[in-house]
């Protein structure tokens, strides 16, 4: 039996990345099971989901917690969340992540593969959720699944243009995903959980952030009225970002009425 | 009646800290601070389960049950007790969600307005059950997909009408009700400040898109909240001891087909199903004009 572990962040398709996952394992006559955590998670915040594949019937019923592999649809994730907890040794991770395995921050006796999974959704899907892509992924470092039984599983879940334009997110990242590589020898960088819930620092939930353009702002006041976050103050006039406590909703952007604000892609 | 706050008088103090667990771009949390802006330094916060706490960080006194039923007992419990300590100058304030407000504690609600109990309710519409998963609520706009109400082929999504709880609280002769929005903070704040200083039952209900539930970027929350009060789908208004008064006035309203489009909770709507919200909205505004600057009963 393989035991696999997704982490994502709320909106990411964490959950639908499973389901589709355990539906095309089955056509190619697996037995497997497909299984969200349910809690107060809210888009943005970071969610796990597990899937079991058996060559027999799987009788286990409790959540995964020695994955074989551990599948992570978000770059920023693994500084906050501890994505290797309990992950087997010589174990397999796929990462959303722009560069190659050995620069993203991740170590331990474990093979790593990347791939810009949401540059990949951005391009097919116009937004940054990169569950479909990372399926791709999984399907090329994994070697567990064929791409023929996801796509079929895909189009059955999204008939018409959406199923398409997930097909090309897929596909693209089958063939741009890294071959895993060692990370043993790499020194694990990241804080421990704890840490965010007393800090509150947020900045790793965005994809975008704002880029103020002080020149054109004419200080209104709108942008730091509308965040949620309390991220933008006013000093002398102007508005400033705290990038801490930002988590690029982009209303900021949207409301300032003289385009000082641009949404920028975030750069790892 | 209350007067809008200009944008560059509200005061540059914050009583809530920065970064809070919600979702990106949620509209309750911006209602929660910008109360919290305009009470200033003196109210507790009574809380009850919903999305509300997490977007609490709160720098004041909160009291907090898990039954989210329970707004209105805590609320006057909480009331009571600073009077008899000799502190009415304190505002008990409640954020409380739309499911805690006009269904499950409603009971609670309209107990605490019939004995006019000395509390400031500020309800945070998100039209749902948000924190469990998006739910409909009494609060729902009708036609609306919720994970109640989905779209297949026997359901069209949300077939009750709206509660409206602002209406029936002021019926029991509440001293002040509002409606808000979280687009328009110069008229809230107007109205938060206003409701500050009158002794008594209050209640002013927010609307606070939520683009998790309501399926729209979170970039846009500001923009769905104006669609829906420039289109007549939120009217801005406040009645004050049986007086009504329509903030918001344009000459002519928005059609309600452009705001509606841009939520994944009425994609669904056929030409024919937006063309009957457009008349009802339209019946019901008629009829708000018509008792604008009167009284309502
Ligand atoms: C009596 C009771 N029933 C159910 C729950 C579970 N519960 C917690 S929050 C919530 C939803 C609250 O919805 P709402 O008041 O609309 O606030 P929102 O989550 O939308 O912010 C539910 C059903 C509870 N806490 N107490
Ligand atoms: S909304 Fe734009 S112009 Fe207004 S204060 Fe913010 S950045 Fe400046
Ligand atoms: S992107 Fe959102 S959270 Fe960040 S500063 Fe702008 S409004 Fe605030
Ligand atoms: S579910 Fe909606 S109301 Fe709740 S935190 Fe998220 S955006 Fe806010």
């Known amino acids: 039996m393989i035991e696999v572990r997704f982490h994502g962040r709320g909106g990411q398709g964490a959950v639908t990345a499973v389901r589709i996952l355990a539906s095309a394992l089955y056509l190619e006559g697996k037995y497997t099971q497909a299984i969200p955590m349910y809690g107060t998670e809210r888009r943005g915040a970071p969610v796990v989901a597990f899937l079991r594949i058996g060559e027999s019937r799987i009788n286990e019923r409790d959540l995964?917690?020695?994955?074989?592999?551990?599948?992570v649809l978000d770059p920023l994730l693994s500084r906050t969340v501890p994505v290797t907890d309990g992950l087997k040794e010589g174990g397999l991770i796929v990462m959303n992540f722009p560069k190659p395995g050995n620069e993203a921050g991740i170590g331990g006796r474990f093979r790593l593969a990347t791939v810009d999974a949401t540059g990949i959704a951005l391009e097919a899907l116009g937004r940054p959720i990169t569950n479909t892509a990372m399926l791709g992924a999984f399907a090329k470092a994994s070697g567990l699944v064929s791409l023929e039984s996801l796509e079929k599983t895909l189009l059955e879940q999204w008939p018409g243009r959406l199923g398409e334009m997930n097909l090309r997110a897929l596909r693209t990242a089958y063939e741009r995903v890294t071959p895993p590589v060692d990370v043993s020898g790499i020194q694990a960088l990241g804080k421990r959980p704890q840490e965010e819930i007393f800090s509150r620092?947020?900045?790793?939930?965005?994809?975008?952030?704002?880029?103020?353009?002080?020149?054109?702002?004419?200080?209104?006041?709108?942008?730091?009225?509308?965040?949620?976050?309390?991220?933008?103050?006013?000093?002398?006039?102007?508005?400033r970002v705290d990038y801490s406590s930002c988590k690029g909703c982009g209303i900021c952007g949207e409301e300032c009425p003289t385009g000082a604000i641009s949404m920028i892609q975030e750069v790892l | 009646m209350s007067r809008p706050i200009p944008l560059h008088e509200i005061g540059e103090k914050e009583y809530i800290d920065p970064a809070n667990q919600a979702c990106q771009g949620c509209g309750g949390a911006i209602v929660s601070r910008l109360v919290s802006k305009a009470l200033g330094d003196c109210f507790v916060r009574a809380e009850v389960a919903c999305c509300g706490p997490a977007f609490m960080n709160i720098r004041a006194p909160s009291i907090y049950v898990e039954v989210f039923e329970g707004a209105g007992a805590l609320m006057t419990g909480i009331s009571r007790g600073l009077k008899r300590i000799g502190r009415e100058d304190v505002v008990v304030l409640g954020i409380i969600g739309d499911g805690g407000t006009v269904d499950i504690g409603y009971q609670g609600l309209s107990a605490a307005a019939e004995r006019n109990e000395n509390i400031l309710w500020v309800c945070y519409d998100n039209e749902a059950y948000m924190n469990t998963g998006g739910q409909k609520s009494g609060a729902t706009t009708p036609y609306a997909?919720?994970?109640?109400?989905?779209?297949?082929?026997?359901?069209?999504?949300?077939?009750?009408?709206?509660?409206?709880?602002?209406l029936l609280m002021a019926m029991q002769g509440a001293p002040y009700v509002a409606t808000a929005s979280v687009a328009y903070p110069e008229d809230l704040l107007g109205k938060l400040v206003h409701a500050k200083g009158i002794k008594g039952f209050r209640y002013i209900h927010v609307s606070s898109p939520c683009p998790t539930g309501w399926g729209y970027d979170p970039k846009d929350t500001i923009k769905v909240a104006r669609g829906m009060v420039q289109s007549g789908l939120w009217p801005l208004y406040e009645v004050s001891n049986g007086i009504l008064k329509l903030n918001y006035k344009p000459k002519e309203l928005k059609p309600v087909r452009e705001v509606l489009k841009m939520q994944g909770r009425f994609r669904h709507l056929t030409d024919e199903e937006v063309d009957r919200i457009q008349g009802e909205v339209d019946a019901f505004w008629s009829r708000l004009v018509e008792k604008d600057g009167g009284n309502i009963f």
């Open chain 2, 145 to 166: 997909a919720t994970t109640t109400t989905p779209i297949g082929e026997y359901s069209r999504g949300k077939l009750e009408r709206r509660k409206n709880v602002p």
């Open chain 1, 201 to 239: 620092d947020v900045s790793s939930w965005r994809i975008f952030k704002p880029q103020l353009d002080e020149g054109r702002c004419v200080g209104c006041r709108r942008c730091y009225i509308y965040c949620p976050e309390v991220a933008i103050s006013m000093t002398q006039g102007k508005a």
């Open chain 1, 64 to 71: 995964v917690h020695n994955p074989d592999i551990v599948v």
